[in-house]
């Protein structure tokens, strides 16, 4: 069951930008700050916000302290729109040491790590340029760098690279009509609930440059699997089966290359974290944050 705003605003503080690794991120937090910390990494192009408040309030209810933030050049962290997308501006490791920069602005030693998508290739490298700031690892419908696997259908692709929309009525279109081809066929899409998240969005920080920095911060990526394979933080990986955008490939990689990797493949899930399965995705983060 979802909560009510006024619920979810009790959960959620809401703290100004810090430094953080020479910028500055926006950051929000849920839980108590005595809790174990759980950083959560969206992906390309996506705001915090992109983490389900509901979602955040309940890992927040399992006993953890959860940390949601803005990537740099996304919503209200630093933009970088001096600069080109060729060549790539930063790279992923620069965007791990921001979400190192953010934990040490919070006086965080270490935090379990979650990433999705482009978060969970930026949770991996957290992993492999910072292990001792690694709790755990859980990585997302992510893949390893390798050009070989996790690769999207065509269709996918297409919708991917449809031109960054310049109104909030293109913006709202554009969004559902994403969220329909990478989706999870499982789970029928609230078209309602995507445009009002959509909007958010667009309302908070629209900033349509940023997308194409970060998609060249990923296809500049090196093949991370040789380095996954020196992670030795209890690793969980969490792929949707009918994920078109970064097929299922690209999870049974990532939790080929990192010993001891969990794999689990989640039937009728595509690209997108359905409000249904935040209940059993949850007890699956908390049963995994547990093995410490």
Not at 211 to 222: C, D, E, G, T, V
Request: charged share 20%.
């Amino acid at each position: 069951m979802l909560l009510v705003p006024r619920l979810v605003a009790n959960y959620c503080r809401h703290v100004p930008s810090v430094p953080a690794n020479g910028i500055t991120i926006e950051y929000e937090t849920f839980g108590d700050p005595g809790s174990p910390p759980v950083l959560l990494i969206m992906g390309l192009g996506a705001q915090l916000i992109r983490w389900d408040a509901e979602f955040c309030v309940a890992l927040a209810d399992a006993g953890y302290f959860v940390i949601r933030f803005d990537n740099r050049d996304v919503g209200l962290s630093t933009w970088f729109d001096d600069l080109a997308p060729d060549p790539p501006p930063y790279s992923l490791v620069d965007m791990a040491d921001d979400a190192a920069g953010l934990l040490d602005a919070l006086g965080i030693r270490a935090a379990h790590v979650v990433g999705a998508s482009m978060g969970g290739m930026i949770a991996q490298t957290f992993a492999i340029v910072h292990p001792e700031r690694t709790l755990t690892l859980v990585s997302i419908m992510s893949t390893t760098g390798d050009r070989s696997v996790g690769q999207p259908t065509p269709e996918a692709l297409a919708a991917l690279m449809t031109p960054r929309p310049a109104t909030r009525e293109d913006a709202i279109e554009l969004g559902v009509k994403v969220s329909l081809v990478i989706g999870s066929p499982g789970y029928p899409l609230d078209e309602k609930r995507e445009k009002d998240r959509v909007a958010a969005s667009f309302d908070r920080a629209f900033h349509p440059q940023g997308f194409a920095r970060h998609l060249a911060a990923i296809n500049s990526q090196p093949d991370r699997t040789g380095a996954l394979g020196n992670v030795r933080v209890p690793t969980l990986v969490i792929h949707g089966a009918a994920d078109p955008l970064v097929t299922p490939s690209g999870g049974q990689a990532t939790a080929n290359a990192i010993p001891g990797a969990q794999l689990k493949l989640v039937p009728g899930m595509g690209h997108d974290l359905p409000p249904e399965l935040f209940e059993e995705l949850v007890d699956d983060l908390a049963g995994h944050f547990r093995q410490l």
